[in-house]
């Protein structure tokens, strides 16, 4: 008797077992299996595709050919790095020697001027990116809050907002880049034309986003929150610390989402233009320069500027929900 | 106008509603929304006001709290005109209208700094504030923020911010309409609990008979709109402090209770129907949206 209870103990455990594991598969599958499904139908199509497209650079660069260029360009980071490292090291030995020879020798050190790798090629992009979008921020969103606080604000400056919204970022540039040649002249630079000119007109394509859906956020207040603030004879000051950027924060970052990602991708053009040492000149240089590994660099290029822009959205995204009162309006 | 004749009156009066027209302008012409409504109520009065929807009880409300202006007419508060919202005329709103990103102390404290940013000390604010919340017992939830507390419970904080102004009158429009009964009636007791300890000067406004004669000294029932005015004032004479189980037995207030009933469904019965209400009612929130 006692010996079939446990089996049929034992029997249940192994069951529930099956089930929660199966559970868990189940779960599994739906946030790993069928992306990685998708991934790899995609990576299936791209290669066979691939093989045949043949273009005068070669043969379209597969899945494997890409993955072996962001090894070179890791590699040529490397060695790039341990040749700017040399280069310092002789001079340091040479001052040493110099310094020996002549006591009042002052020993000079001079700057390597080996060519960006890609890797320095993203960190310039991601602060050119960021410095346009804050530059677009500073001015969008109290621009933005003016225009909802006030009718008249809005009619006189929609047109415009409207007008410019859609405006490429390739025909801002020229102009862009002739303002700043003849309005930043200087004989110690601290920031490159380039880099002015690709900022700038990251600045302008970004901030509209934020200036209509900050000015949209703050029009649409509800009416009963601003009657407290009457009844309170709330200061305008206080009025728009306390009522208005409080309550317009959720639509301020919708906007400010939108934008850094219009910013991500005119970056890339401004760059390529602008001969700004990024990864839209990464780009450019790699097309002009036309050996067969090119397309595989660009392409690789392009799943880098993809995941940048899909982590920066991310990063956005953890900060509006930090910030945001309104948990329920932070959606991926 | 003729306010030689009204001297004593006015001079009598706490806070003087005084012959007001509200005229919405439309496409179609003006909409009277008010015509001549003119009441006068004493320090410490707890006056309802009732009627249909779409009489312009709201109206009236709003007037009084400055965030309109009657198109003719006017409000002396203390024989001083009222024009614009002030923190002494505290107004409670339908639906709480609380700071969601702000906890209910916080909310409260909005009010008090702006209020008492002068006379108060920051020590004597936070028991102020305490004071205010523990007075509608709300003591035990001042640091959760509006959506994790009831319906009931927001209403109470927005009491409380209303009372920690210290108005001289208290607005109230629908203060206890979108709650359930149950929550209502505890809320409708608290309400006369704070009363009897404080007398402020109230004008609430409620669709709810038994509401109207369980808390009112008078009750201001109007009529119909458009040209909506008042229609008759009744006076309660039950004594306080009020229980609603030993009135539902009382003769005087079943008869209060039935002659605001009659008012409402006899002599002040809806005829128009309903497609020309709300029309008529589209028009005038539509006008009150663009004028805020």
Same mark, same amino acid.
């Given at each position: 008797?006692?010996?079939?209870?446990?089996?049929?103990?034992?029997?249940?455990?192994?069951?529930?077992?099956?089930?929660?594991?199966?559970?868990?598969?189940?779960?599994?599958?739906?946030?790993?299996?069928?992306?990685?499904?998708?991934?790899?139908?995609?990576?299936?199509?791209?290669? %066979?595709?691939?093989?045949?497209?043949?273009?005068?650079?070669?043969?379209?660069?597969?899945?494997?050919?890409?993955?072996?260029?962001?090894?070179?360009?890791?590699?040529?980071?490397?060695?790039?790095?341990?040749?700017?490292?040399?280069?310092?090291?002789?001079?340091?030995?040479?001052?040493?020697?110099?310094?020996?020879?002549?006591?009042?020798?002052?020993?000079?050190?001079?700057?390597?001027?080996?060519?960006?790798?890609?890797?320095?090629?993203?960190?310039?992009?991601?602060?050119?990116?960021?410095?346009?979008?804050?530059?677009?921020?500073?001015?969008?969103?109290?621009?933005?809050?003016?225009?909802?606080?006030?009718?008249?604000?809005?009619?006189?400056?929609?047109?415009?907002?409207?007008?410019?919204?859609?405006?490429?970022?390739?025909?801002?540039?020229?102009?862009?880049?002739?303002?700043?040649?003849?309005?930043?002249?200087?004989?110690?630079?601290?920031?490159?034309?380039?880099?002015?000119?690709?900022?700038?007109? %990251?600045?302008?394509?970004?901030?509209?986003?934020?200036?209509?859906?900050?000015?949209?956020?703050?029009?649409?207040?509800?009416?009963?929150?601003?009657?407290?603030?009457?009844?309170?004879?709330?200061?305008?000051?206080?009025?728009?610390?306390?009522?208005?950027?409080?309550?317009?924060?959720?639509?301020?970052?919708?906007?400010?989402?939108?934008?850094?990602?219009?910013?991500?991708?005119?970056?890339?053009?401004?760059?390529?233009?602008?001969?700004?040492?990024?990864?839209?000149?990464?780009?450019?240089?790699?097309?002009?320069?036309?050996?067969?590994?090119?397309?595989?660099?660009?392409?690789?290029?392009?799943?880098?500027?993809?995941?940048?822009?899909?982590?920066?959205?991310?990063?956005?995204?953890?900060?509006?929900?930090?910030?945001?009162?309104?948990?329920?309006? %932070?959606?991926? | 106008?003729?306010?030689?004749? /009204?001297?004593?009156?006015?001079?009598?009066?706490?806070?003087?509603?005084?012959?007001?027209?509200?005229?919405?302008?439309?496409?179609?012409?003006?909409?009277?929304?008010?015509?001549?409504?003119?009441?006068?109520?004493?320090?410490?009065?707890?006056?309802?006001?009732?009627?249909?929807?779409?009489?312009?009880?709201?109206?009236?409300?709003?007037?009084?709290?400055?965030?309109?202006?009657?198109?003719?007419?006017?409000?002396?508060?203390?024989?001083?005109?009222?024009?614009?919202?002030?923190?002494?005329?505290?107004?409670?709103?339908?639906?709480?209208?609380?700071?969601?990103?702000?906890?209910?102390?916080? /909310?409260?404290?909005?009010?008090?700094?702006?209020?008492?940013?002068?006379?108060?000390?920051?020590?004597?604010?936070?028991?102020?504030?305490?004071?205010?919340?523990?007075?509608?017992?709300?003591?035990?939830?001042?640091?959760?923020?509006?959506?994790?507390?009831?319906?009931?419970?927001?209403?109470?904080?927005?009491?409380?911010?209303?009372?920690?102004?210290?108005?001289?009158?208290?607005?109230?429009?629908?203060?206890?309409?979108?709650?359930?009964?149950?929550?209502?009636?505890?809320?409708?007791?608290?309400?006369?609990?704070?009363?009897?300890?404080?007398?402020?000067?109230?004008?609430?406004?409620?669709?709810?008979?038994?509401?109207?004669?369980?808390?009112?000294?008078?009750?201001?029932?109007?009529?119909?709109?458009?040209?909506?005015?008042?229609?008759?004032?009744?006076?309660?004479?039950?004594?306080?402090?009020?229980?609603?189980?030993?009135?539902?037995?009382?003769?005087?207030?079943?008869?209060?209770?039935?002659?605001?009933?009659?008012?409402?469904?006899?002599?002040?019965?809806?005829?128009?129907?309903?497609?020309?209400?709300?029309?008529?009612?589209?028009?005038?929130?539509?006008?009150?949206?663009?004028?805020?």
């Amino acid at each position: 008797m006692s010996s079939t209870t446990v089996n049929i103990d034992k029997l249940t455990t192994i069951e529930r077992l099956m089930k929660t594991t199966m559970k868990i598969v189940n779960k599994l599958s739906d946030a790993m299996l069928l992306p990685l499904i998708g991934i790899s139908i995609f990576l299936f199509l791209w290669s %066979v595709t691939a093989q045949n497209i043949h273009t005068s650079l070669g043969e379209f660069p597969g899945p494997k050919a890409v993955v072996e260029q962001f090894s070179n360009l890791y590699d040529e980071h490397i060695n790039e790095r341990e040749k700017a490292k040399a280069f310092f090291d002789r001079q340091v030995k040479r001052n040493a020697i110099k310094v020996a020879k002549n006591p009042d020798y002052v020993p000079k050190i001079r700057d390597y001027t080996g060519k960006e790798t890609f890797l320095d090629q993203i960190v310039t992009s991601l602060f050119t990116v960021t410095t346009g979008f804050l530059l677009a921020a500073a001015i969008a969103i109290p621009l933005g809050i003016w225009m909802g606080l006030s009718k008249r604000l809005n009619s006189a400056f929609n047109p415009i907002v409207q007008i410019f919204k859609p405006v490429s970022p390739l025909a801002w540039l020229p102009l862009v880049t002739m303002v700043v040649s003849a309005l930043y002249v200087s004989d110690d630079p601290l920031v490159s034309k380039a880099f002015l000119t690709s900022m700038i007109t %990251v600045s302008l394509c970004s901030l509209w986003p934020m200036v209509i859906n900050t000015s949209i956020g703050v029009s649409s207040i509800d009416s009963d929150l601003l009657n407290v603030s009457k009844v309170l004879r709330l200061p305008t000051i206080t009025h728009i610390q306390k009522i208005v950027l409080p309550a317009s924060i959720p639509m301020i970052f919708t906007g400010m989402r939108l934008s850094f990602g219009v910013a991500w991708m005119v970056l890339i053009a401004a760059e390529m233009l602008a001969q700004n040492p990024g990864l839209g000149k990464f780009v450019w240089d790699e097309f002009q320069n036309g050996s067969s590994d090119s397309l595989a660099r660009i392409m690789a290029a392009v799943i880098v500027i993809g995941f940048i822009g899909f982590l920066l959205d991310r990063l956005m995204l953890a900060i509006q929900r930090k910030v945001s009162w309104d948990k329920s309006s %932070v959606n991926a | 106008m003729n306010s030689s004749i /009204n001297t004593d009156i006015i001079e009598h009066a706490f806070l003087n509603i005084s012959q007001i027209d509200m005229v919405f302008p439309t496409p179609t012409g003006g909409f009277t929304a008010l015509k001549e409504v003119d009441l006068k109520i004493d320090k410490g009065e707890f006056i309802s006001l009732i009627g249909h929807s779409g009489c312009g009880k709201s109206t009236v409300l709003n007037i009084v709290a400055g965030l309109y202006q009657a198109t003719t007419g006017g409000i002396l508060l203390k024989n001083k005109e009222v024009n614009e919202p002030g923190p002494e005329r505290a107004v409670v709103f339908q639906n709480h209208s609380l700071l969601p990103w702000l906890t209910s102390y916080q /909310n409260v404290e909005l009010a008090v700094k702006q209020v008492f940013n002068k006379t108060m000390s920051k020590a004597e604010m936070k028991d102020w504030i305490e004071y205010n919340l523990q007075l509608v017992h709300m003591g035990h939830a001042m640091h959760k923020r509006p959506d994790e507390i009831s319906g009931g419970m927001k209403q109470r904080v927005g009491i409380a911010r209303a009372l920690a102004m210290q108005p001289e009158v208290l607005l109230m429009d629908e203060p206890f309409g979108a709650l359930d009964a149950l929550t209502r009636a505890h809320m409708q007791d608290s309400l006369m609990e704070i009363q009897n300890e404080l007398n402020n000067t109230v004008i609430m406004i409620t669709h709810d008979v038994d509401e109207a004669v369980l808390l009112s000294d008078r009750i201001v029932m109007m009529t119909n709109g458009p040209e909506a005015t008042v229609g008759e004032i009744l006076d309660v004479n039950l004594e306080r402090p009020r229980n609603r189980l030993n009135l539902a037995k009382d003769l005087e207030y079943n008869r209060l209770r039935s002659e605001v009933l009659t008012f409402l469904y006899e002599k002040q019965r809806k005829v128009e129907n309903i497609s020309q209400k709300t029309a008529a009612k589209n028009i005038i929130e539509k006008q009150t949206v663009n004028e805020i």
